[in-house]
């Protein structure tokens, strides 16, 4: 079955950076047709869409990490990437990866995602 393992996380100081990792196994097909997306929760608050990356290589930002973050995909390792930059303490909250190998009809809805890993803590204080 298909597995996605999330690393990277800790905890960081204002306007600091973290490189997210998503590593993916026992997938059918190739890694390249999966459509993949990061994913973010805080206590209390709702899940939150970070970044998406097509299979074509586009990208998707929500307006809140445009310009700081980067999400890219290693097809030879088979890893998702999230670069965070400028980091401040409301991007703070676990942090989840989510893959489909079909189209997605809602880049940054975690309903649109058949696939998840289990999550990797970011704490910016």
């Known amino acids: 079955h298909v597995q996605l393992v999330e690393s990277g996380g800790g905890s960081v100081q204002p306007g600091g950076s973290l490189r997210l990792s998503c590593a993916v196994s026992g997938y059918t097909g190739t890694f390249t047709n999966y459509r993949m997306a990061w994913f973010r929760q805080a206590p209390g608050k709702e899940r939150e869409g970070v970044a998406f990356i097509d299979t074509s290589g586009g990208t998707n930002y929500a307006h809140s990490v445009a310009g700081r973050f980067t999400i890219s995909k290693d097809n030879a390792k088979n890893i998702l990437y999230l670069e965070m930059n400028s980091l401040t303490p409301e991007d703070s909250g676990m942090y989840y990866c989510?893959?489909?190998?079909?189209?997605?009809?809602?880049?940054?809805?975690?309903?649109?995602?058949?696939?998840r890993g289990q999550g990797t803590q970011v704490t910016v204080s």
């Open positions: 989510a893959a489909r190998a079909g189209v997605v009809f809602g880049l940054l809805v975690s309903g649109s995602y058949d696939l």
